[in-house]
T-cell receptor, first 116, second 111 residues
Framework: DADVTQTPRNRITKTGKRIMLECSQT?????MYWYRQDPGLGLRLIYY???????NKGEISDGYSVSRQAQAKFSLSLESAIPNQTALYFC???????????????FGPGTRLTVL | AQSVAQPEDQVNVAEGNPLTVKCTYS??????LFWYVQYPNRGLQFLLK??????LVKGSYGFEAEFNKSQTSFHLKKPSALVSDSALYFC?????????FGPGTRLSVLP
């Protein structure tokens, strides 16, 4: 979805390096999410944010941190990258309103991260 | 906790034939159910959702899904498959304020 952009699209780094993945959205949504995708495991939630002052850990937050710089920007950091963080990372947004849980998510194109 | 299962890792179907991608769910209360598709080198795209009402839900690209409460299933269907439907399909269910995704089913439509 072109309304959700991620940079970089591909990144190769070495063990121990600090990495930041960035996400921007023009959909005007308050809610933003970071997921990682591994083959056969589907998507697993790393962190989510419901507004600029709200940050919540997801299922697999260890080794990751996030920053919500503005409503439209949500970045994911790997403080000291390790090889098992090699994965495809997705940012997503959703609107708030109506029935809780009823709103679909809109995904960015993903960042393929390789940690050597 | 809410969960979904996709019993098939891979589904192969010939172009022009009907396709079904299976999803079963385990939720407390009334289920909200979603299907997403992931084309190669792309993020997930929303296909359709069931919130309430008619058990047959129509979505994007000619897909539909049938909610079956007695079988706790929400199978994705299309009457006539296209080669361009080849992709990874995910079933998902809200879990609190977030979503739980199934492991995905890879659909291959053979010409």
């Amino acid at each position: 979805d072109a309304d959700v952009t991620q940079t970089p699209r591909n990144r190769i780094t070495k063990t121990g390096k600090r990495i930041m993945l960035e996400c921007s959205q023009t959909k005007g949504h308050d809610r933003m999410y970071w997921y990682r995708q591994d083959p056969g495991l589907g998507l697993r939630l790393i962190y989510y944010s419901f507004d600029v002052k709200d940050i919540n850990k997801g299922e697999i937050s260890d080794g990751y941190s996030v920053s919500r710089q503005a409503q439209a920007k949500f970045s994911l950091s790997l403080e000291s990258a390790i090889p098992n963080q090699t994965a495809l990372y997705f940012c997503a947004t959703s609107d708030f309103g109506g029935l809780a849980g009823a709103n679909e998510q809109f995904f960015g194109p993903g960042t393929r991260l390789t940690v050597l | 906790a809410q969960s979904v299962a996709q019993p098939e890792d891979q589904v192969n179907v010939a172009e022009g034939n009907p396709l079904t991608v299976k999803c079963t769910y385990s939720v407390s209360g009334n289920p909200y159910l979603f299907w997403y598709v992931q084309y190669p080198n792309r993020g997930l795209q929303f296909l359709l959702k069931y919130i309430t009402g008619d058990n047959l839900v129509k979505g994007s690209y000619g897909f539909e899904a049938e909610f079956n409460k007695s079988q706790t299933s929400f199978h994705l269907k299309k009457p006539s498959a296209l080669v361009s439907d080849s992709a990874l399909y995910f079933c998902a269910v809200p879990n609190g304020q977030n979503f739980v995704f199934g492991p995905g089913t890879r659909l291959s439509v053979l010409p």
